[in-house]
């Protein structure tokens, strides 16, 4: 078994998921990155990642699945205790939840059970 700190945004991904199932909503991991291929040529991987310059505007959450009924659900997970600051980061993160929440989907910042 696969042990996860208390306290840590780990956990509180795991807490959120969890809560989720229970739920009837299925949400699964987003990495997103980019990476160098076997032939040099640099591959972006995640969603809302297809260029640079788009993914500095848009980060898109760390959890993306499906609630019954097929509305989207996206969350952006933090440890426990975290505030929004405003960093450029953050303010990437929230225009994501933005977006989805102007298209009729379920997004928001998480930070372990309770906050689904």
């Known amino acids: 078994t696969h042990v996860v700190a208390q306290g840590s945004e780990a956990g509180a991904q795991q807490a959120v ?4 199932a ?19 040529r640099w ?3 995640g969603l809302c990642n297809d260029s640079k310059q788009l993914n500095e505007r848009f980060k898109s959450a760390d959890l993306v699945g499906v609630r019954p009924g097929g509305q ?3 969350r952006e997970v933090k440890a426990p205790g975290w505030r929004y600051t405003g960093t450029p980061r953050e303010e990437a993160q929230l225009r994501w939840l933005e ?9 928001q910042f998480a930070t372990g059970k309770g906050t689904l």
């Open 17 to 20: 998921r969890l809560e989720a």
């Open 22 to 40: 229970s739920l009837g909503i299925v949400l699964w991991r987003n990495n997103s990155g980019a990476l160098q291929d076997a032939e040099g």
């Open 43 to 45: 591959v972006r991987y």
């Open 72 to 74: 989207f659900v996206a």
């Open 99 to 107: 977006l989805v929440r102007t298209l009729g989907g379920d997004a």
